[in-house]
Nanobody, 117 residues
Framework: QVYLVESGGGLVQAGGSLSLSCAASRSIFSIDTMGWYRQAPGNQRELVASITNSGNINLSDSVKGRFAISREPAKNAVNLMMNSLKPEDTAIYYC???????????WGQGTQVSVSS
């Protein structure tokens, strides 16, 4: 079992930056993959960024060059740094983790990110 708690988010103007953090209940190196999903009203949940326990990173095309995912092992945390934010980045952002079969099984409660134009 993994418990995930997000922090960060909020309201920012277009072009601004925000940082999200996800604290896990155990060592992030004991988790296969962690990542960030987002869901805007009326849209499906989409995977924005992920990082494996070996450090392999994937970013969605919509955020490449603007977002970065990183690990903070001392805090059992995975962070999402979001730069050059756009109104279309507005969504609830969820931290998630896979089990060892690769299934996204564990979810945080979500945190709202709102970008004004």
């Amino acid at each position: 079992q993994v418990y995930l708690v997000e922090s960060g988010g909020g309201l920012v103007q277009a072009g601004g930056s925000l940082s999200l953090s996800c604290a896990a209940s155990r060592s992030i190196f004991s988790i296969d993959t962690m990542g960030w999903y987002r869901q805007a009203p009326g849209n499906q949940r989409e995977l924005v960024a992920s990082i494996t326990n070996s450090g392999n990173i994937n970013l969605s095309d919509s955020v490449k060059g603007r977002f970065a995912i990183s690990r903070e092992p001392a805090k059992n945390a995975v962070n999402l740094m979001m730069n050059s934010l756009k109104p279309e980045d507005t969504a609830i952002y969820y931290c998630a983790a896979t089990d060892w079969s690769g299934t996204w099984t564990y979810w945080g409660q979500g945190t709202q990110v709102s970008v004004s134009s």
